[in-house]
């Protein structure tokens, strides 16, 4: 059976996957295509990839599954709302929601763009509830026999959070709290109140959040009673045109974007990310009751709060924890390309997840004609590992491009850049010379996996960059480029048999310099989406302060 995963939904982070008999080939978000970061168009660039790569037409596709239900069902959920009085009714609110679901019933929720780009097909078309879909790809990753599934997002069709639990191949719903009750919209529209893009920088909330201090009182948006949360969604979407008016009325005036960052508002990220932290513990623990079932799958974008899901495994709550490493929408075709297992009676096929280096690589011959089209000078080099060590231990920052593109949000050693942990002033030198990002955000670290323990506190196996681990008090000054405000760190640890060549350049480090540690942030200028092919390597090295770019068998310098 082959099947065609897709998101879309014409919100944000369209992608595609397709799956050969449940093994999955290929994935891709289309904002590495078309450069558009979160693009939210219609995947026709992700889709056509996958079927390059399988060496597929569109008319052999067994099924296209779309990782959300018809827009007809999120439609009426939304009038149901707005009559119940738990939505605003605002002119804003309704011609939003009516004109998001006249343009997705026009479109047959996809079926008649995929028709318009890949032309007719017998494939069956499926559409899958959003959060099944999240769940689907949560649990058929874990390699779980069984598991409590916690899917927690912005919102589905109408689901926000919701709670399953698989066995032996079946996943069976066990409770929804609907829209607007939602700790993704909670988190998006503080958010936006303190001057980020909602739904896109909470990750800079979350690295805001250590800089502040307790005592800011969230109660008017969200309280913990009777163990869930209850977010007064109505409070927070406000009438006005931004997400975080309705919360302006009571925290005062919301955050002017790119300003200074008061005491006040680095106040605020803190008690959010505590109430975020709370609210996904006390999900966790009733998805552990309701199932009675210690190993826990998450998903769904605030699966992506790495803080949260380090205190969970940290909590004693859950023996085995398995976060699906794109968690948020890009994530849902995962679900998706599996789900036809279910509408058959039949089971999942549940394999371990490890890796995520799903996307396109390129040969060394490819990589040389675009090197050569921009007429760069460049050495040839038989050992990269060693030649990129050295060249980190003197210092310098690398951009590193090597094998398939990861999936998902995070760069794990295929589309990175490298740089030396040791330094205190690396963090700064990367932000001015490359990233141009806020000064808070912590860069990460790649690490050894054999020498993880050594490092970090409780440390486990972390391959996605999805998990915060206490740095071990005496290695703090080691690597104090990745060790957050905070003592804590969002590592990769990295694995000899999974990504050999990553490894050896870690390894070579450490022979160098006795630390198994590097610092690996995303190749991408602020704004862009990481880069994809070797040409976008090229431009987004010339446009920053990189040092020398490793793509292939290749260095450039400048
Ligand atoms: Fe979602």
């Known amino acids: 059976m082959i099947s065609l995963g897709v998101n879309y939904s014409q919100m944000h982070d369209s992608s595609a996957c397709i799956a050969r008999d449940g093994e999955l080939l290929f994935a891709v978000a289309e904002e590495r295509l078309s450069r558009a970061k979160h693009d939210a168009r219609f995947p026709a660039l992700a889709i056509r990839a996958c079927l390059d790569f399988?060496?597929?037409?569109?008319?052999?596709?067994?099924?296209?599954?779309?990782?959300?239900?018809?827009?007809?069902?999120?439609?009426?959920?939304?009038?149901?709302?707005?009559?119940?009085?738990?939505?605003?009714?605002?002119?804003?609110?309704?011609?939003?929601?009516?004109?998001?679901?006249?343009s997705m019933w026009h479109q047959g929720g996809g079926q008649r763009r995929f028709t318009h780009y890949f032309g007719p097909t017998k494939a069956r078309m499926l559409f899958v509830d959003h959060h099944r879909a999240?769940?689907?790809?949560?649990?058929?990753?874990?390699?779980?026999?069984?598991?409590?599934?916690?899917?927690?997002?912005?919102?589905?069709a109408w689901e926000a959070t919701s709670i399953w639990h698989g066995r032996d191949g079946a996943l069976e719903h066990v409770l929804t709290i609907p829209w607007p009750n939602s700790l993704g919209l909670f988190y998006a529209a503080f958010t936006e109140y303190l001057g980020f893009q909602p739904y896109s920088d909470e990750w800079k909330v979350m690295g805001l959040a250590p800089y502040g201090q307790p005592g800011v009182d969230l109660h008017d948006f969200i309280t913990l009673d009777h163990g869930f949360h209850d977010v007064d969604g109505k409070r927070l979407i406000g009438r006005g045109a931004t997400l975080g008016s309705g919360i302006a009325e009571c925290l005062g005036p919301q955050r002017v974007?790119?300003?200074?960052?008061?005491?006040?508002?680095?106040?605020?990220?803190?008690?959010?990310?505590?109430?975020?932290?709370?609210?996904?513990?006390?999900?966790?623990?009733?998805?552990?009751?309701?199932?009675?079932?210690?190993?826990?799958?998450?998903?769904?974008?605030?699966?992506?709060?790495?803080?949260?899901?380090?205190?969970?495994?940290?909590?004693?709550?859950?023996?085995?924890?398995?976060?699906?490493?794109?968690?948020?929408?890009?994530?849902?075709?995962?679900?998706?390309?599996?789900?036809?297992?279910?509408?058959?009676?039949?089971?999942?096929?549940?394999?371990?997840?490890?890796?995520?280096?799903?996307?396109?690589?390129?040969?060394?011959?490819?990589?040389?004609?675009?090197?050569?089209?921009?007429?760069?000078?460049?050495?040839?080099?038989?050992?990269?590992?060693?030649?990129?060590?050295?060249?980190?231990?003197?210092?310098?920052?690398?951009?590193?491009?090597?094998?398939?593109m990861e999936f998902g949000p995070r760069a794990l050693g295929s589309r990175?850049?490298?740089?030396?942990?040791?330094?205190?002033?690396?963090?700064?030198?990367?932000?001015?010379?490359?990233?141009?990002?806020?000064?808070?955000?912590p860069f990460a670290p790649s690490i050894l996996a054999e020498a993880a323990s050594e490092y970090l506190e409780n440390a486990s196996e972390s391959p996605f960059m999805i998990l915060t681990f206490p740095v071990k008090n005496d290695k703090r000054s080691v690597i104090p480029s990745v060790t957050h405000v905070d003592g804590s760190a969002r590592?990769?640890?990295?694995?000899?048999?999974?990504?050999?060549?990553?490894?050896?350049?870690?390894?070579?480090?450490?022979r160098r310099t006795g630390v198994p540690v590097i610092m690996n942030t995303s190749f991408n200028l602020r704004g862009e989406p990481i880069v994809a092919s070797p040409t976008d390597a090229v431009r987004t090295f010339f446009s920053s302060g990189m040092d020398g770019l490793i793509i292939g068998s290749f260095l450039v310098e400048k």
Not at 64 to 84: E, K, M, N, Q, V
Not at 134 to 156: C, K, M, P, W
Not at 491 to 510: A, G, K, S
């Open 416 to 441: 990175s850049i490298l740089a030396d942990p040791r330094d205190p002033e690396m963090n700064a030198k990367v932000n001015n010379a490359v990233k141009f990002r806020e000064w808070w955000r």
């Open 257 to 404: 974007a790119e300003s200074e960052i008061e005491n006040r508002y680095k106040d605020i990220a803190f008690a959010v990310q505590d109430a975020c932290e709370e609210a996904m513990l006390a999900v966790a623990d009733l998805a552990i009751k309701k199932t009675r079932c210690r190993s826990l799958c998450l998903a769904g974008g605030v699966a992506l709060n790495s803080k949260a899901n380090g205190r969970i495994l940290a909590s004693g709550l859950v023996e085995q924890l398995f976060i699906q490493p794109a968690a948020s929408d890009d994530g849902v075709a995962l679900g998706a390309a599996l789900a036809p297992y279910l509408e058959m009676g039949q089971r999942l096929p549940v394999k371990t997840m490890r890796q995520v280096y799903l996307g396109a690589a390129y040969e060394d011959s490819e990589i040389e004609k675009v090197l050569h089209t921009y007429k760069l000078r460049y050495t040839r080099h038989v050992n990269v590992a060693s030649t990129t060590a050295e060249l980190l231990a003197e210092g310098k920052i690398i951009g590193w491009f090597q094998g398939r």
């Open 491 to 510: 590592p990769q640890t990295v694995d000899q048999q999974l990504n050999p060549l990553y490894w050896r350049v870690i390894e070579e480090f450490r």
């Open 134 to 156: 999240h769940a689907i790809s949560a649990y058929a990753h874990s390699g779980f026999g069984e598991a409590a599934v916690v899917v927690v997002d912005g919102r589905g």
């Open 54 to 102: 399988a060496r597929l037409r569109p008319d052999q596709l067994d099924y296209i599954c779309f990782g959300w239900s018809a827009p007809r069902a999120a439609y009426l959920h939304d009038l149901a709302d707005f009559a119940r009085g738990r939505h605003p009714v605002s002119y804003l609110n309704v011609l939003n929601s009516t004109r998001h679901f006249l």
